[in-house]
């Protein structure tokens, strides 16, 4: 399956762990991310500068940091999601570390990022970024958690500007559109 349009959802089952992927072959330096929200209202953050962890909270790891110096190819980073059972909502993002260095616009537009959600089954379930708008931070999905009984994965490709990265509020801003 696969969600191509901004707003496209489907119900995903959480009840086992699931891979996500995030591909391209751009030369970027493009980074995967989660943020996320607990049904306690905690926020965090699980990136390059903190792998996460696999069998404590958050329950969510990362690979490796791919694409370092705009390297192009196939790049790949992967994050593990371990247990959901927590969770209200994970932002599923990505920024092109290089131009949040500096605030400029990202090479969204012209990349071919695909994030791929695969479970254990190989059940998989693509999101197209859908956005031609510019930023160098994108909010390429959510997983929501919130309501009891189902969780639902949505293309959400919302775009912001950052001019570095200093605090989590800055990408929650972007999730919820508000100015950055």
């Known amino acids: ?28 330096d493009f980074d995967l991310a989660a943020a996320y929200e607990t049904k306690a209202g905690q926020q ?11 069998d404590k909270f958050p329950y969510i790891t990362i690979s490796e940091d791919k ?20 969770m209200n ?11 949040v260095k500096v605030g400029q616009a990202a090479r969204f537009k012209d990349s071919d990022i695909t994030l791929t959600l695969a ?17 160098n931070v994108c909010c390429i999905a959510t997983i929501d958690n919130s309501a009891t009984g189902h969780a639902k994965l949505i293309n959400y490709s919302q775009v912001g500007t950052l001019h570095g990265l200093k605090t989590l509020e800055q990408l929650i801003n972007i999730v919820q559109r508000l100015v950055i």
């Open 119 to 135: 479970d254990d089954n190989n059940n998989r379930i693509s999101v197209a970024l859908d956005t031609g708008d510019s930023g």
């Open 67 to 86: 694409g370092v110096g705009d390297k192009a190819g196939n790049n790949a980073e992967v994050m593990r999601i371990h247990n959901l059972d927590e």
């Open 44 to 54: 965090g953050l699980v990136y390059f500068g903190d792998h996460g962890n696999r």
């Open 89 to 99: 909502y994970v932002w599923l993002f990505c920024w092109d570390y290089g131009m």
């Open 1 to 28: 399956m696969e969600l191509k349009q901004k707003g496209e959802d489907t119900l995903i089952d959480i009840s086992r762990p699931f891979t996500v992927t995030m591909t391209w072959t751009t030369a970027a």
